[in-house]
């Protein structure tokens, strides 16, 4: 089956703590983004790749950092900048920058 | 800057009734406009889309939506709702200049009710 994998589901982050959250996907996209989604807020693009090592900063890049070393794979790491990261955590990728994206079933980081 | 508004943050009915779900946007430019919804605890599916042509979108569901750029609307429709259908419903934009960056609405909660 061809789709975003997320891992984990749940993640727990206790304070002064980085993690790193998972996104793989099989669709031999070029495009991957990372959102967060709090409540009543919708989504806020955190960071996004058009290419295999390449990245641009979204609105709330602040606290993030990712990396783009294979086209399949965009880890997100929450460092500890990041004060206030419980949220739910999703993301995307598409053929290209101007195309439809599509979601993974997303990650909800908790803090300790 | 361009900006998405949902003008309304829940939206409940009964089954069978029809509903629409608002959704009003900012930009100077064209734009390509987009619905997704999201069950409980999942990432978002998308719904329909509109790039370009007919001003009337469809969904495999039932949905409907129609790009109205004079008044800068993308309003979702459905002439009779499900159970099922209850979700988080965002609408979202792309300056198609850009290209690749969505901008969320705030996401209108639709709760159907036996």
């Known amino acids: 089956d061809g789709g975003i994998t997320q891992s984990p589901k749940y993640l727990f982050r206790k304070e002064g703590q980085n993690v790193t959250l998972s996104c793989e996907q099989n669709l031999n996209h070029d495009a991957m983004y990372w959102y967060r989604q709090d409540p009543g807020q919708g989504l806020r693009l955190i960071y996004y790749s058009q290419i295999v090592n390449d990245f641009q900063k979204g609105d709330i890049a602040e606290g993030y950092s990712v990396s783009r070393e294979k086209k399949e794979s965009f880890p997100l790491t929450v460092t500890s900048a990041q004060k206030n990261p419980t949220a739910f955590y999703l993301c995307?990728?598409?053929?290209?920058?101007?195309?439809?994206?599509?979601f993974g079933p997303g990650t909800r980081l908790l803090v300790l | 800057a361009q900006s998405v508004t949902q003008l309304d943050s829940q939206v409940p009915v009964f089954e069978e009734a029809p509903v629409e779900l608002r959704c009003n946007y900012s930009s100077s430019v064209s734009v390509y406009l987009f619905w997704y919804v999201q069950y409980p605890n999942q990432g978002l599916q998308l719904l329909l889309k509109?790039?370009?042509?007919?001003?009337l979108v469809e969904s495999i569901n039932g949905f409907e939506a129609e790009f109205n750029k004079s008044q800068t609307s993308f309003h979702l429709r459905k002439p009779s709702v499900h159970i099922s259908d209850t979700a988080e419903y965002f609408c979202a934009v792309s300056e198609s200049a850009q290209g690749g960056k969505l901008i969320f609405g705030q996401g209108t909660e639709l709760s159907v009710k036996p």
């Open positions: 995307a990728s598409s053929i290209g920058v101007k195309e439809t994206q599509y």
């Open positions: 509109y790039l370009s042509g007919s001003t």
